[in-house]
């Protein structure tokens, strides 16, 4: 296995109870709180973590993801934005 192309090499499959997305969005966003409904569902089913940021409590995160939001980091790393689509997560979170 060792002279295997890394290409051809299988990953170990990530634990999803070892990620956290993070939701950064704002009160009153309806893309936000569709945002927040589909990470829920998908967090749930794979047992990971996740947290909600709002913007207007964090200068630093307005001025970083103002016109992107709602923003869906995985593990500190920005994953999307506007809208988050189930099937991708799911795979970024299972590796």
Not at 47 to 69: C, N, P
């Amino acid at each position: 296995m060792a002279d295997m192309s890394p290409l051809l090499r299988r990953r170990p499959r990530k634990n999803p109870a070892d990620s956290t997305v993070t939701l950064i969005g704002k009160p009153g966003c309806h893309l936000c709180d569709a945002a927040e409904a589909v990470i829920a569902g998908v967090c749930g089913e794979l047992g990971a973590r996740w947290e909600k940021k709002d913007i207007t409590q964090d200068e630093e995160l307005h001025r970083k993801y103002w016109e992107q939001i709602p923003v869906i980091l995985v593990d500190g790393a920005q994953h999307d934005f506007w809208r988050v689509d189930p099937d991708r997560l799911r795979k970024a979170l299972t590796g």
